[in-house]
């Protein structure tokens, strides 16, 4: 039972480039939310994506987007990029419905560095 | 803005001793989870407390959440170099599906 699946898992990038990172849920999940995490920190939420669409999101700026496909993956798109977004990009999935005690499952996520 | 302020921010301790990881908010939640996370990975799940003064042991690990659900600890028992990594405590907002995460306490355990 594969669990959830980012990719790249490295990625070098200059400021004002556009970047896309691609994430597949765990098996049988249908929610995926994204998070970035700065160096020796915990997580923050960027946004969450449920039946394509966005559902709720953290407080970033529009340069961060996303899209959710029919098969639940998800995408993350960051442009105009900054040396400020040099990060840990987890994804992770859940079910839909009862998520207050629904413990989400994160990948190994993707390491974007910009230069 | 519900916030998870997690204490000590930092611990470095000699294996065999114990130590405790606080999490504290102001705000209730209705349950809150325990994450490890290491280098190069994503984090993963050791536990989710529901109930006001649960107390749940996975090994040498004990959390308990606070009567009003507001807090939460981690113990570790005899520490071991295995258990370095971060510790993040997580909760679901009240009202929305947002997930949040704790400052985060990096532990080192020495051998």
């Known amino acids: 039972d594969a669990g959830v699946t980012q990719s790249p898992t490295h990625l070098i990038k200059t400021r004002g480039q556009q970047v896309t990172l691609r994430c597949s849920p765990k098996?049988?999940?249908?929610?995926v939310s994204w998070y970035q995490q700065a160096l020796g920190q915990g997580p923050q939420f960027i946004f969450q994506?449920?039946?394509?669409?966005?559902?709720q999101r953290g407080n970033f700026p529009d340069r961060f987007s996303g899209h959710q496909f029919p098969n639940y993956s998800s995408e993350l798109n960051v442009n105009a990029l900054l040396l400020g977004d040099s990060a840990l990009y987890l994804c992770?999935?859940?079910?839909?419905?009862?998520?207050?005690?629904?413990?989400?499952?994160f990948g190994d996520g993707t390491r974007l560095s910009i230069l | 803005t519900q916030l998870l302020e997690q204490s000590p921010q930092f611990l470095s301790i000699q294996e065999g001793e114990n130590l405790t990881v606080y999490c504290n908010s102001s705000s209730v939640f209705s349950s809150l989870q325990w994450y490890r996370q290491e280098p190069g990975e994503g984090p993963v799940l050791l536990v989710t407390v529901v109930t006001g003064g649960e107390v749940k042991k996975l090994k040498r690990l004990t959390f308990q959440f606070g009567d009003a659900r507001k807090d939460s600890s981690l113990h570790i028992t005899a520490a071991q170099p295995g258990d370095t990594g971060l510790y993040l405590c997580a909760a679901f907002t009240s009202g929305t599906y947002k997930y949040i995460f704790g400052t985060g306490t990096r532990l080192k355990v020495l051998a």
């Open positions: 098996s049988g999940h249908d929610t």
């Open positions: 994506y449920y039946e394509e669409e966005e559902r």
């Open positions: 992770a999935s859940t079910q839909w419905g009862d998520s207050s005690n629904q413990p989400q499952h």
